[in-house]
């Protein structure tokens, strides 16, 4: 029988093996180790994927891959005009690469979504890069790296893109569905959590990053423009707890002007019957979505548990939320932490949102699918609320099956016991998460590398 040290050694032995090597340099991890992976596109080095690579790398004294894959990426970034609709813009981080061989000769092929299922561009890609970088400098004080020019310019095209103006007069950025980690369909479109918060971090991120200097004054100036309300839109009408929901429950319809409560013209029948017995006296969070006409009142995991991390959520919410999923543990975590999103579409709702996806069938996949790549995300923010029994309570549940399941990539089912249909095994994410989750516990000062103080 493995013991506890046997199963973070077996971790660190596979993220060695991921490695991803360019002209003899270690740039990347692949997306997962199986055999046959490579039929698709799990032997490339996906930027979001390789976020908890190298935060493991970068807690274990390794920053070298962590600096080389923020240089070689950058040379990725796309920076010319887009001459034709079908270009990435600029700014655009790919969503993955690979190492290529022609002639004898190495180069990096890099997919920014025209290779993908649906063709879907990545737009977390170049937020999650962000939050790299200052995580790379938080750890090893090397801010020269971010100071130079190539990554001032790589950085101010990353917030041109994301703060242009646009045809919306709302704070939070506008994307298509399933440009993100929930990359396929699931009617996450228009202003949803995960990317908002994201561009949050980024946005904060970037202002430490930034240097103050005349070249770079608009940008600092736009991004100082947009934090407060972005703060404010989403605690303000993305939060929903009991309280919120009677007002919601109570709102009058058709209102026009500017000082009405039922801004988004919300009507009460859209309120799900689930959520009125679900939703705890003291807990709480943040709604997937806020359009017009329009709020998805699904309970997404990434969004909620960076905001904790982040504090866009405040420490009242923050702990409301971790107050949510102690209470309903078996809905949200179950027998594998954690769930990507709660509850499930299903019947019709699922044919006509998923359009009949048969990998989003109810309870998998990206349809309420467990993935252990959030334990990271729920030991960091269990870290910040000071929550820690909620943390090892989450590793003793998912230490115990990752191990003998060849740490797949998700889990089906309402609570998590089967491993998904068409997961991949020995999946770099997962192993990467556990790792950081466990060095997380054992020293919560590396949560700096990630977190943000509250404004």
Known sequence: MKTKNDLVLEA?????????YYHGRPIGTVAALETGSEAVNYDQCFVR??????????????????????????????????????QPGPGLMPASFKVVLKDGEE??????????????????????????????????GDISLAHQPEFQQGIKLILEMCLVHRFAMYPTMLVPDGAFMIDRRMGVYEHPLEIQVLFYAALRAAIELILPNDDNAFCINKINQRLAPLTYHLREYYWIDLNRLNEIYRFKGEEFGRKVANR???????????????LPDDG??????????????????????????????????????????EQRWNDLVGNMPMKICFPALEGLEWQIVTGCDPKNNPWSYHNGGNWPVLLWLLTAAAQKTNRLEIAHRAIDVAQNRLFEDKWPEYYDGKNGRLIGKEAR??????????????ELVSNPSHLKLISFDIQ
């Open 12 to 20: 660190w032995t596979l993220l060695d093996k991921s490695i991803i």
């Open 49 to 86: 994927d390789f976020v908890l690579s190298a935060l493991a790398f970068l807690i274990s004294g390794k920053p070298e891959i962590v600096r080389n894959f923020l240089i070689e990426t950058l040379k990725l970034q796309s920076n010319e005009p887009q001459m034709d609709s079908f």
């Open 107 to 140: 180069y990096l092929s890099a997919d920014f979504g025209e290779h993908a299922i649906a063709r879907v561009p990545p737009i977390d890609s170049c937020l999650w890069w962000v939050i790299l970088l200052r995580a790379y400098v938080k750890s090893t």
């Open 264 to 278: 988004f013209n919300i009507y009460a029948n859209s309120i799900p019957a689930w959520l009125t017995e679900w």
């Open 284 to 325: 709480g969070y943040l709604v997937g979505n806020l359009g017009s006409g329009r709020m998805d009142f699904r309970f997404f995991t990434l969004g909620n548990l960076m905001a904790i991390i982040t504090s866009l959520a405040s420490e009242q919410e923050s702990q409301s939320i971790m107050n949510l999923i």
């Open 425 to 438: 095994k020995r999946q770099t994410w997962t192993f990467a998460g556990f790792l950081v989750a466990k």
